[in-house]
């Protein structure tokens, strides 16, 4: 089936430590989003990528890397310099163009402990 | 960039009721999607709707893209309608990037 493929579900981090979170998709989608979501709140942007080796930083980007260098993957690494990770992260995926809908992943649920 | 406010954020319903919720955006837009988000926090696509009405079973949405809003009906409600309701929209021109709001809560009780 096509969709897109979030690992781990939970994942727990000790503070100090970068973890990178897994996002696939075999949509043949050319753009991919990352987004955080906090407890009650809606989702921001943290990343986007809409080719491969192309990336570019979204309105949450400090403590946060990417890379994009398969069209089907787009990782997010959580690094130590991210003052408060512990939260929900969503990938989603969308064909370039106007007219084409964004498709979510199951999300991953990040605490640091 | 475009704000997307959407209204109630919290709404409470007896099953069997019906309810409408409300999405604005301040800027023109050339898509639009209204997501339920499961108690698990998945997010489900609902519809795809940039203009016009569209129907889904229980669910129906219109958008009425000159008078910037968009509204989600749900008829007949159960409590698997409890979650979160978010719309997206892309603007027009800009770089493809779906913009959320906030969300309306809905928490249907038996």
């Known amino acids: 089936d096509g969709g897109i493929t979030q690992s781990p579900k939970y994942l727990f981090r000790k503070e100090g430590q970068n973890v990178t979170l897994s996002c696939e998709q075999n949509l043949n989608h050319d753009a991919m989003y990352w987004y955080r979501q906090d407890p009650g709140q809606g989702l921001r942007l943290i990343y986007y990528?809409?080719?491969?080796?192309?990336?570019q930083k979204g309105d949450i980007a400090e403590g946060y890397s990417v890379s994009r260098e398969k069209k089907e993957s787009f990782p997010l690494t959580v690094t130590s310099a991210q003052k408060n990770p512990t939260a929900f992260y969503l990938c989603a995926s969308r064909a370039t163009g106007t007219g084409t809908e964004a498709f979510f992943g199951q999300g991953t649920r990040l605490t640091v402990v | 960039g475009i704000q997307v406010e959407q209204s109630p954020p919290d709404l409470i319903l007896q099953e069997g009721a019906n309810s409408t919720l409300r999405c604005n955006f301040s800027?023109?837009?050339?898509?639009l999607q209204w997501f339920h988000q499961n108690p698990w926090g998945q997010l489900i696509n609902l519809f795809y709707i940039p203009s016009g009405t569209k129907q889904n079973g229980r669910l129906s949405a219109t958008t009425v893209a000159t008078e910037r809003y968009s509204l989600l009906y749900i008829s007949s409600s159960q409590t698997t309608d409890s979650g979160v309701y978010f719309c997206?929209?892309?603007?027009?021109?800009?770089?493809?990037?779906?913009?959320f709001g906030r969300g309306t809560s809905l928490i249907v009780h038996p």
């Open positions: 990528s809409q080719i491969v080796n192309d990336f």
């Open positions: 800027d023109s837009v050339n898509n």
């Open positions: 997206a929209v892309l603007l027009s021109g800009g770089s493809y990037i779906p913009t």
